[in-house]
C-alpha cells in the first residue's frame, strides 16, 4: 500500500473513491463466486479520479471482499444449521470482527470496513497478531510462561484495542455495495478458463475430460462445484488446499521439533532468573 513521507496512507487522504471499484481478480475470482475467467479491473474512472482516490478503492476492496465471504458464510451456516438460529433464517451472527495485520493499520480501511459490514471492528495495539502468536507459542514450548492461563493473563494486561463503529446508512451501504457487485460483473470473462481453453486446444481431449466429470459427479451432484465454468476451478482449489494442509502440518512438526530441541539452547537464562540487564519483565 503506498504510504506518504507522513506515514500514512494515501488511500486515507481522499475523501471518497470517487465513483472507483477496484477489483482485485488477478487469478480469477474465489468465493462466493469462483470465476477463473476474470482478472483485475479497475472501473468507474473519471476525471475527478488521481492517486488517493485510487489507493482508497484498494482499500475498499478488501473490505467489499470481507463482506462477501460474511455473507457467504451467513448464508452456508443458515442451510447447515449452524450456529445460534433465528427467526430470520441467518444462524450465523458476528457482532464484532477482529482484525491485525498491515492493512489494518488505516483507520480509514477499519472505519469502512465497519460500515460496510454494519458491525464493530476490533484492532489491537499489536497489528501483527501471526508473529505474536509464534512468539507465545515458543515461549511456552520453552517454559517463558508456566501455563497458557500465565500466558493469557501476562497479555491480557498489556493489549489494548481500538474499537471502530459502523456510521454508515443502511441505504448507502446497500448503494455501494451494488456498485461493487456491479464492477465484479465487469471482471468476468476476460481469460478463457481452463474447459474453455481443452475444448479449443482438443476436443478429444474435452470430451474425456466431460466423461471424467460426469462420473466423478454422479447421480448426486458434482463434488467440485457444478455451477458455469467454476468446477475446474473449484476442483483445482481443493487440490491446492490439501496440499497447503500438508505443507501446514509439515511446518508444525519442524515447528514443534525447533522448540524443543533448538530454542531452548537459544533463549536466554536471564528471562526467567531475572539476571542480566533485561530483568524478568515477561
Not at 506518504?4 to 475523501?15: I, Q, V, W
Amino acid at each position: 500500500m503506498v504510504r506518504y513521507s507522513t506515514g500514512t496512507f494515501a488511500g486515507d487522504a481522499a475523501p471518497d473513491n470517487a465513483g472507483i471499484y477496484f477489483v482485485p481478480a488477478f487469478n480469477g475470482l474465489y468465493s462466493p463466486y469462483w470465476r477463473d475467467d476474470a482478472r483485475g479491473v479497475i472501473v468507474g474512472l473519471t476525471h475527478a479520479a488521481g492517486k488517493n482516490e485510487i489507493c482508497r478503492a484498494v482499500l475498499e476492496a478488501a473490505a467489499y471482499q470481507t463482506r462477501e465471504v460474511l455473507d457467504a458464510m451467513t448464508r452456508d451456516s443458515a442451510a447447515a444449521g449452524v450456529g445460534v438460529s433465528s427467526g430470520s433464517g441467518e444462524s450465523l451472527r458476528v457482532a464484532v470482527l477482529k482484525v491485525d495485520g498491515g492493512m489494518s493499520a488505516s483507520d480509514v480501511m477499519c472505519q469502512f470496513q465497519s460500515d460496510i459490514l454494519g458491525v464493530s471492528v476490533a484492532r489491537p495495539t499489536n497489528a501483527e497478531a501471526t508473529a505474536a502468536g509464534a512468539a507465545y507459542a515458543a515461549g511456552l514450548a520453552v517454559g517463558y510462561w508456566s501455563s497458557l492461563d500465565d500466558l493469557k493473563q501476562s497479555v491480557s494486561q498489556s493489549v489494548q484495542v481500538t474499537e471502530f463503529k459502523p456510521a454508515m446508512s443502511d441505504a448507502v451501504r446497500q448503494q455501494k455495495m451494488r456498485g461493487w457487485k456491479k464492477a465484479v460483473t465487469r471482471s468476468f470473462g476476460w481469460a478463457e478458463s481452463t474447459r474453455d481453453q481443452k475444448h479449443v486446444a482438443s476436443p478429444a481431449a474435452a470430451a474425456t475430460d466431460e466423461t471424467d466429470t460426469a462420473a466423478t459427479n454422479g447421480a448426486s451432484g458434482s463434488k467440485c462445484g457444478s455451477g458455469g465454468g467454476g468446477g475446474g476451478f473449484k476442483c483445482r482449489w481443493a487440490e491446492r488446499s490439501a496440499i497447503g494442509l500438508v505443507s501446514a502440518v509439515a511446518g508444525a512438526a519442524l515447528f514443534a521439533v525447533a522448540t524443543k530441541f533448538v530454542l531452548p539452547g537459544l533463549w536466554c537464562d536471564n528471562n526467567k532468573t531475572g539476571s542480566g540487564s533485561g530483568g524478568s519483565t515477561k
